[in-house]
């Protein structure tokens, strides 16, 4: 079962970053984790991270005809991107949406995310467990459509 994994803007400083809100662990490390998470849990999983918009939509569209479900950290693209919620929409692929931190609990602007309406389920404040509990509930979601 092939998963595509997207973190978006900013989460390549992870460890420099707001190391209060996102923690110490870098994104290295993240990534590191989620291999690890991917091959108990008897998944072959792709990481992808872009700072750019556009990159992500090109991502998101390759990955129709290719992966069984994305799992996506949109970052601040989140809260205003609009494309990004297209593209998930357009290939239809059954998506997670996954944030370190608890978006809920922040500001205002936080407290949209156009993105997470084209997925099955949002994870948050969970740190980087987040990204494995995604992988485990998209693995039982891809089980039970079968
Ligand atoms: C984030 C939350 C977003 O609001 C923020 O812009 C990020 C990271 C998270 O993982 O907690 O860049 O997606």
Do not use: W
């Amino acid at each position: 079962m092939k998963i595509l994994l997207i973190n978006g803007p900013n989460l390549n400083l992870l460890g420099l970053r707001e190391p209060d809100i996102y923690g110490r662990q870098s994104y290295a490390q993240l990534i590191d984790y989620i291999q690890q998470s991917a091959q108990e849990l008897e998944l072959e999983v792709d990481c992808f991270q872009s700072n750019h918009e556009g990159a992500i939509i090109d991502a998101i569209q390759a990955a129709y005809g290719k992966y069984a479900g994305i799992i996506i950290n949109p970052a601040a693209y989140t809260h205003s991107s609009i494309a990004i919620l297209d593209a998930l929409k357009a290939v239809a692929l059954p998506a997670v949406e996954v944030h370190l931190s608890a978006v809920e609990q922040r500001e205002a602007f936080r407290q949209v995310s156009y993105t997470g309406m084209a997925c099955l389920k949002t994870i948050s404040g969970q740190g980087a467990k987040g990204y494995r509990e995604a992988m485990r509930f998209l693995k039982q979601h891809l089980q039970s459509q079968a």
